[in-house]
């Protein structure tokens, strides 16, 4: 069973940088497809970013476009989000989840999720 755990959130100010890491333990990541998604108060989770290196592919939201850089450690078991320039608009819960599917942007898609950090950007 794959377990997920997110860390790194906190309170920032717009323009800082943060980054976010997905720790999971009990199957290596090799073939799975594993994204980030973020969920503001009263709104839907929506999808961040995604990576899955079987396939060799990443994948952005447009609105995080050129600041957020999805990327995994060498021993191949965290990922990472670095998020740069942040804005207020990216105040979230940020989830990272996983899937054996080949790169979905849809939540339903995703078997496996943490439990959520929280990122606040304050303007």
């Known amino acids: 069973q794959l377990q997920l755990v997110e860390s790194g959130g906190g309170l920032v100010q717009a323009g800082d940088s943060l980054r976010l890491s997905c720790a999971a333990s009990?199957?290596?990541?090799?073939?799975?497809?594993v994204a980030w998604f973020r969920q503001a108060p009263g709104e839907e989770r929506l999808f961040v970013a995604l990576?899955?290196?079987?396939?060799?592919?990443?994948y952005y939201a447009d609105s995080v476009k050129g600041r957020f850089t999805i990327s995994r450690d060498t021993a191949g078991n965290t990922v990472h989000l670095r998020m740069t320039a942040l804005k207020p608009e990216d105040t979230a819960v940020y989830y990272c989840?996983?899937?054996?599917?080949?790169?979905?942007?849809?939540?339903?898609?995703?078997?496996?999720w943490g439990q959520g950090t929280q990122v606040t950007v304050s303007s």
């Open positions: 009990g199957r290596a990541l090799n073939f799975y497809t």
């Open positions: 990576a899955s290196w079987s396939a060799g592919i990443t």
């Open positions: 989840a996983a899937t054996r599917g080949a790169g979905p942007t849809t939540p339903q898609a995703y078997d496996y």
